[in-house]
């Protein structure tokens, strides 16, 4: 039996993409290969893989012991990525910068959610040959799709308007997320209604947090905030929906767009480079508020459109579904074992 020692502390700071990924892999492996992996989280027994998830000091530490085995980094963030999100004084910014390309470069092997950090990488000073891309995955056992007449009853249930169109977006409430267009968005469309689930997971370390936190207080009548929703709940929030909008100008491989794609819900998002390369077809691009709004107003008033791109979630979920990831991650392991063999 195959040895893995997974090193994370993302599941302790609520609300954030790293958190999930991190937890759908863990029951992914627990669920597909209990027979064949014997998966242990944050010990420092011997083991044949080390599977490192956050970039912790004590789990840098911990790649200078044998014990490690073959030891695997999981990159869900550059230094660059992190302007917007932070806000990182200097001289620590730096120093922390240099740590986290430090520590990937401790790494054997690097696995990227995001195929545009490989050149990134490369010029960094890793290896490409070092480099795999798998992608973040759904379970469609935590985020499925209802019966469209459960909308209406999610929507009460959490004392919205039935008969209004509603649109979601979930995450985590930073300026690079696009918080500040969405609520824009809200204030030029007073008859739709707008949720934004997700909060301050880094408090007052978050780039833009006085203007955001004022913001989140004091937000237009027709837009919400609930807060940092449990994952259990997540789901209904998806399902009482109509459009799932992200207008974030920075992502990584967003959980949010995955989660939304599973549980059917029409997508729209602001045409980044990255959704071309891993996502293009799936969604209804957008390039600013303009062309965000005139993307709403085409959905509202065209069913059919807003049927097509329902179909569109529910097939991309297929492909970064749970039961597609496995065989993925199981040959990954297996080929990293006879490496280190």
């Known amino acids: 039996m195959l040895k893995i020692n997974m090193f994370s502390t993302a599941d302790k700071v609520a609300g954030q993409g790293v958190g999930s990924a991190y937890l759908e892999l863990i029951n992914l ?27 912790n000091p004590r ?36 120093i922390f910068y240099k740590y986290v390309i430090s520590f990937y470069k401790r790494m054997d092997h690097i696995v990227v ?36 007449n459960q909308k209406s009853q999610l929507k009460k249930k959490y004392n919205y308007d039935e008969n209004k169109f509603l649109v979601l977006c979930t995450g985590q409430v930073q300026t690079r997320k696009g918080v500040l267009d969405f609520a824009k968005l809200a204030e030029e469309n007073p008859s739709i209604q707008f949720v934004w689930a997700g909060g301050f997971s880094f408090g007052k370390i978050t780039a833009g947090y006085s203007e955001l ?15 940092i929703i449990p994952r259990e709940q997540l789901v209904e929030y998806y399902n009482m929906s109509d459009v799932f909008l992200l207008p974030s100008y920075n992502e990584l491989f967003p959980m949010s767009v995955l989660e939304a794609f599973s549980c059917g819900t029409p997508v729209i998002l602001r045409n980044l480079d990255l959704y071309k390369v891993i996502i293009d077809g799936y969604y209804k691009p ?8 005139q993307a709403l107003q085409e959905l509202i008033n065209n069913k059919d459109e807003l049927l097509s791109y329902r179909k569109k979630s529910l097939e991309a979920s297929e492909y970064y579904s749970e039961n597609h990831l496995a065989e993925i991650w199981k040959k990954f392991y297996l080929e990293q074992s006879k490496e280190e063999k």
Do not use: W
């Open 113 to 148: 959610v995001n195929p545009m950090f490989i050149d990134k990488l490369v010029n960094y000073g890793i290896s490409r040959e070092k480099i795999s891309y798998i992608p973040n995955f759904v379970s469609k056992k935590e985020f499925y799709s209802v019966e469209t």
């Open 59 to 94: 789990f840098y530490l911990s790649t200078f012991s044998k014990k490690r085995g073959r030891k695997i980094g999981y990159v869900h963030f550059l230094p660059e990525t992190l302007e917007g999100s932070l806000k990182i004084p200097q001289p620590f910014r730096s």
């Open 213 to 227: 936190n004022q913001l989140f207080n004091n937000p237009p009548k027709n837009l919400s905030f609930p807060g």
């Open 286 to 293: 957008a390039e600013n508020v303009n062309e965000m709004n």
């Open 29 to 55: 492996l627990k669920k597909h290969f209990s027979n064949e992996f014997e998966i242990n989280i944050n010990q420092y027994n011997k083991s044949d893989i080390s599977h490192y998830h956050t970039i």
